[in-house]
């Protein structure tokens, strides 16, 4: 059976500042798979993400990218996700003066809105996002705080992965998930995002420096982002390979 080209990246250049950042990036993530993105400091790694996350200040100069077979550079950033894109992000930001809860009940049921589905009442919703706080080991009173504010880096990332249990996206672009996280905290990141997006319907993109969130999330392909453009793919065994060579010969 063919599979289906969930994200579909031809020919991507793109700027910030008049600075080429992306180079002819090109890249097929089908439904099902995980994708693995490393590379070294100044690659454009983040910048795939936030371009695809529709970013201000990211231009696109040049190349297509579909999404679920739309053309995603026509969408704004909230349209983007409401069709089904989630964006984590690697220095998740802080929101005072905003309850966790509010903050994520809003953003749901914004999708579902834009769905055309009906949203959920409060009972619902907190029910929801009290299992989903539980499957990622996150203390439930937590979700009754500032969005961030005053959590350690491991917390910011398990409430960036309770986030996406709660909207539960066809596509997550995960911007080293895996920074600030010790060891146990990896771990349940890592059981989160299999719990969450495993599925064959959802596809995940993983840009990580390591090998380490790799051994929780074992991914389908792993892709060598250098200079702008793709210049190695392979399955997880080049992962491996770059945990023992680093980026000099293969981003050569």
Known sequence: MEKLALLKIENLHAEIDGKPILKGLSLTVNAGEVHAIMGPNGAGKSTLGYV?????????????IT???EDLLALDPHERAAAGLFLGFQYPVEIPGVSNLQFLRESLNAQR??????PLSGGDFIKLAREQAAKLALDPEMLKRPVNVGFSGGEKKRNEMVQMGILAPKLAILDETDSGLDIDALRVVGEGINRIMRAPDRAV????????LLDYVRPDVVHVLADGRIVRTGGPELALELEREGYAGVAA
Not at 113 to 118: L, N, V
Not at 205 to 212: E, F, K
């Open 205 to 212: 993109v993983l840009i990580t420096h390591y090998q380490r």
């Open 113 to 118: 809105r834009a769905r055309g589905e009906e």
């Open 52 to 64: 695809l996350g529709g970013r201000p200040g990211y231009e696109v100069t040049d190349g297509a």
């Open 67 to 69: 999404f679920g077979g």
